[in-house]
């Protein structure tokens, strides 16, 4: 029984593995190359298992479903949400689902707890989900749902300050009703699923950065009721939430001194150390970069962590501070040993080996500009995500944005590099291969797992 047990997971693992993409439709709105309509995303389908459009809203007084951009999505604006569902005639096994907050639903977010408290306000919402994906054509819903995030820690040694990070980790102080949340969600999730399995409709969640999974997920009593789980494992560090601190955004391991659980590895630990199904849990790669300033004393080496000084200027095409799409980092950097890097490029530093931190490229300030720090994903990093998710026997691994992704082939001439990486090496051996794609990179599979360090139970 044991060996039938081992091949019916090698053959999920060789067979069943997903790459779920998620697609965030107001990259509609830019300009130029950064614009990417569901005429651009053509050329990452064939690598995308699914396709999650985002983001739809919570109507703050009727609790209903809706779009967040109404111009963009309906038929009387852009019709996008037909356009998404469309893709399905050029690519029929493809399934495309609809995903819901995803933090990009902003106005009144204490709607996320109130919809849940009450049955009559679940069921409203229910009804309202099922009626659009019936509509539009959509294959399920991705509740990527948005708990409040946990706040930042900051290293401290007293007694007082230690309990004072714990409720911090678990939420205390934070969410008074958090427990009844939990318990809610697991409700919701229920009572939708009752309500799509008849028509064959698929439900996701998604684990949104720094929501506390031990606080809001109720891991073994949610998982028999979802088809996927998708881990946006990303952003770790930001601009946003340690200003004068630069540091990896997205490590898959942990390494001294950083906090041991703001890691790829242990949030993929937690879940599976607390009833999570591997089969089901996607790991998030994003296709981002965070962004910081540097000033005259951020030293000269660029070694993270490093001072800093808030967050990076706006990209020219994302127009956000503190972030860069994929095209708009690649396109910045040089080798480090270069003598002849023009003003203003990032000096591209490769993860040192074995440290699975990730890649980050810099600028020094000099006494005119500010320095620039960028820790970001690139194909190469991808692929070992990708292959750290089939060593753990996970079902795939989840791409956080297409968007951000490389549409038009600036980096290398080919589209979507981060997304093609990440499907070629889950597509692989365990040991990785040279051959076939250029993006099939050798990556030295990855033992000794920190995650094996015995570390607290609400630890995240």
Not at 95 to 123: A, C, H, M, P
Not at 141 to 162: G, M, N, R
Not at 189 to 217: C, M, T, W
Not at 269 to 292: C, F, V
Request: proline share 6%.
């Amino acid at each position: 029984m044991k060996w039938l047990v081992l091949l019916l997971a090698s053959l999920q693992a060789a067979y069943g593995l997903r790459t779920v993409c998620y697609w965030n439709g107001k990259s509609f709105w830019r300009e130029g190359t950064a614009k990417v309509t569901s005429e651009e995303l053509k050329a990452a389908l064939p690598h995308c298992t699914h396709l999650l459009y985002g983001f739809a809203a919570i109507d703050d007084d009727d609790y209903h479903i809706e779009p967040i951009d109404k111009k963009l999505d309906l038929d009387k604006g852009k019709g996008q949400w037909r356009a998404v569902t469309a893709l399905k005639r050029s690519y029929p096994g493809l399934s495309i689902l609809l995903s819901l907050g995803g933090n990009e639903d902003t106005e009144d977010v204490g709607k996320y707890f109130e919809v849940l408290e009450k049955q009559e306000r679940r069921t409203k919402l229910i009804n309202s989900i099922v009626s659009v994906l019936k509509d539009f054509q959509f294959d399920g819903i991705d509740l990527a749902w948005e708990f409040p995030p946990q706040h930042e820690k900051h290293t401290t040694t007293s007694i007082s300050s230690i309990w004072h990070k714990i409720k911090k980790t678990v939420g205390v102080g934070v969410d008074s009703q958090a427990s009844e949340h939990r318990d809610q969600f697991t409700a919701l999730v229920r009572e939708l699923k009752a309500v799509l399995r008849p028509d064959g409709k698929q439900l996701s969640i998604a684990v949104l950065p720094h929501v506390n999974s031990s606080v809001y997920f109720d891991i073994r009593q949610l998982t028999p009721y979802v088809d996927m789980v998708n881990l946006w494992t990303a952003d770790y560090r930001t601009p946003e939430r340690t200003p004068d601190k630069a540091d990896y955004a997205t490590p898959l391991t942990y390494v001294y001194p950083r906090i041991p659980f703001q890691n790829v590895e242990s949030t993929v630990s937690y879940w599976l150390q607390h009833g999570g199904e591997a089969s089901k849990i996607q790991l998030g790669i994003p296709t981002w970069g965070r962004t910081w300033k540097l000033t005259s004393d951020s030293g000269l080496s660029g070694v993270p962590p490093l001072i800093a000084d808030g967050a990076g200027d706006a990209g020219p095409h994302t127009k956000k501070e503190g972030l860069l799409a994929y095209y708009e980092t690649c396109v910045k950097l040089v080798s480090p040993t270069n003598p002849q890097a023009p003003a203003g490029m990032l000096r591209r530093m490769q993860d040192a080996p074995g440290s699975h931190l990730g890649t980050y490229g810099f600028r020094l300030a000099d006494k005119n500009t500010d320095g620039l720090w960028v820790s970001f994903e690139e194909p190469q990093t991808a692929a070992g995500k990708a292959i750290f998710a089939k060593q753990r026997g996970l079902g795939g691994v989840a791409i956080l944005d297409l968007a951000l992704d490389d549409s038009r082939g600036i980096c290398d001439g080919s589209a979507y590099p981060i997304t093609k990486a990440a499907k070629s090496n889950l597509d692989l051996g365990n040991q990785g291969s040279p051959i076939g794609d250029r993006y099939q990179t050798v990556v030295t599979p990855i033992k000794n797992w920190v995650g094996n360090i015995t570390k607290p139970t609400w630890v995240v």
